[in-house]
């Protein structure tokens, strides 16, 4: 079955202590997205990467970290965590460099709480 | 730059009535239009997007969308609804052209269908 697949689902820690959220696509694609989500906010971008080695800054992407050493998967990493981090996170692929007929596949989402 | 408004954050309405949850967009390029849907719990799903050609797009589960490119608005509509329509539907856009991906979010209506 072609998904989006995202751990942990939840995640409670505590200031300071570094975590990665994984990502991973069964689908080939070239076209990875990482995105928060919170009430009244929508969606914003964290970061994407357009291939392998190939990533860049989204509209938020302060306290964030990302790899993209395979092409089927695109870590993300808070080194440092805080509060303001308290989101729920979800990541997204597409085939092609997102171009506008091509559709983004989103993860099941994982809900970090930052104490 | 593009954005996105969604102007009700919470539409409440009765099984079988007709539902429009609006969305105005901005941008000074031309652009492509999505709708997605959160159910509970779960990530994002494509209900239906446009990308050019007839202004009036139909989707999944019944809903359709309009796009008036006059007006810069993309609203979402279904003639009936059901209770298992009850959920968070997102408007996004992405510039045309080699915008790489990036979807911008409004913030989200949420979907209340009582019996």
């Known amino acids: 079955e072609a998904q989006v697949t995202q751990n942990p689902r939840y995640l409670i820690t505590v200031t300071g202590k570094k975590l990665t959220v994984t990502c991973s696509q069964n689908?080939?694609?070239?076209?990875m997205s990482w995105y928060r989500q919170d009430p009244g906010l929508g969606l914003r971008q964290i970061y994407y990467s357009m291939n392998v080695e190939v990533t860049d800054k989204g509209d938020v992407p302060e306290g964030y970290k990302v790899s993209r050493k395979e092409k089927r998967n695109f870590p993300l990493i808070l080194e440092s965590p805080s509060p303001n981090q308290t989101s729920l996170y979800f990541c997204?692929?597409?085939?092609?460099?997102?171009?506008?007929?091509?559709?983004?596949?989103f993860g099941p989402g994982t809900r970090l709480t930052v104490l | 730059a593009q954005s996105v408004t969604q102007l009700d954050s919470q539409v409440p309405v009765f099984e079988e009535a007709p539902v429009e949850l609006r969305c105005n967009y901005s941008?000074?390029?031309?652009?492509?239009l999505f709708w997605y849907v959160q159910y509970p719990n779960q990530g994002l799903q494509l209900l239906l997007k446009y990308l050019s050609g007839s202004t009036l797009v139909k989707g999944i589960n019944g809903f359709e969308a309009e796009f008036n490119k006059s007006q810069t608005s993309f609203h979402l509509r279904k003639p009936s609804v059901h209770i298992s329509d009850t959920a968070e539907y997102f408007c996004a856009v992405k510039a045309g052209g080699t915008s790489y991906g990036k979807l911008t979010f409004g913030q989200g209506t949420i979907l209340t269908v009582h019996p």
């Open positions: 689908m080939n694609h070239e076209y």
């Open positions: 997204a692929s597409s085939l092609f460099q997102g171009a506008g007929t091509d559709t983004q596949y």
């Open positions: 941008s000074s390029v031309s652009v492509y």
